[in-house]
């Protein structure tokens, strides 16, 4: 199994649709996050979990909701998404928290389309 | 604030060619963390390496060499004899001690032709 999967790989949504997208690390990881990847743009972080409890959240629109049942899932729940939500959301996780020296291994990534 | 540069959109080398991917940054912190990634067009982020401010030795892995100066706040990527498998786009990163988010620069287009 690979260090960290994320399901699904593509996803097409209208804008009144609720999907979510889910993340698994096999790394043995304590902290997780979410980035989004658009067109352009340099990757955004959204939210950092810290053995479940979230630790970051990069004034994201509430019309993404994220949730961390454990340390090795991570969930993104998506409603009433906009067109220019469309973008690479990309998983990622740590060994630790202990800020900048951690290494962030990351996702395949789930390929968003919002019409 | 700090920040990440990456000067080259895109490259295209021949195959077997050297390449060199440029990579400047800013903070004020004295402790930080600079990484590089790669991520081919199937979409995964890979990490390739991580390097702390307060060692400044270069580093070779195969064919891939890295060049840390902090005289010109400078963590440039060197590919040797470059293949086509090389071509991606490569992320130059930094984080600051303490801090939990990555700021990653644009990105490099790496193209390799055979």
């Known amino acids: 199994e690979t260090g960290v999967t994320q399901t699904p790989r593509h996803l097409v949504m209208g804008m009144t649709n609720k999907k979510s997208l889910k993340c698994e690390q096999h790394l043995g990881h304590n902290a997780m996050y979410w980035y989004k990847q658009s067109a352009k743009k340099p990757l955004e972080l959204m939210f950092v979990?810290?053995?479940?409890?979230?630790?970051e959240n990069n004034s994201v629109p509430s019309r993404f909701s994220p949730e961390c049942p454990n340390s090795s899932h991570l969930f993104l729940h998506l409603h009433t998404l906009q067109p220019e939500d469309s973008a690479l959301y990309l998983c990622?996780?740590?060994?630790?928290?202990?800020?900048?020296?951690?290494?962030?291994?990351f996702g395949p990534g789930t390929r968003l389309l919002v019409l | 604030a700090q920040k990440v540069t990456q000067a080259q959109t895109e490259i295209s080398v021949v195959e077997k060619e050297d390449v060199t991917l440029d990579c400047v940054y800013e903070t004020r912190d004295t402790t930080y963390y600079l990484f590089w990634y790669k991520q081919p067009p199937s979409g995964e982020l890979v990490f390739l390496i991580r390097r702390n401010s307060f060692d400044e030795q270069n580093e070779i892995s195969g064919r891939y060499s890295w060049n840390f100066q902090k005289s010109t706040s400078s963590f440039n990527f060197t590919i040797t004899a470059s293949q086509v498998v090389d071509s991606a786009v490569y992320f130059c990163?930094?984080?600051?001690?303490?801090?939990?988010?990555?700021?990653f620069g644009s990105g490099t287009q790496l193209t390799v032709l055979p």
């Open positions: 990622a996780s740590s060994q630790g928290w202990r800020g900048g020296q951690e290494t962030q291994y």
């Open positions: 979990y810290n053995f479940k409890e979230q630790t």
């Open positions: 990163a930094l984080s600051e001690e303490g801090d939990r988010q990555l700021t």
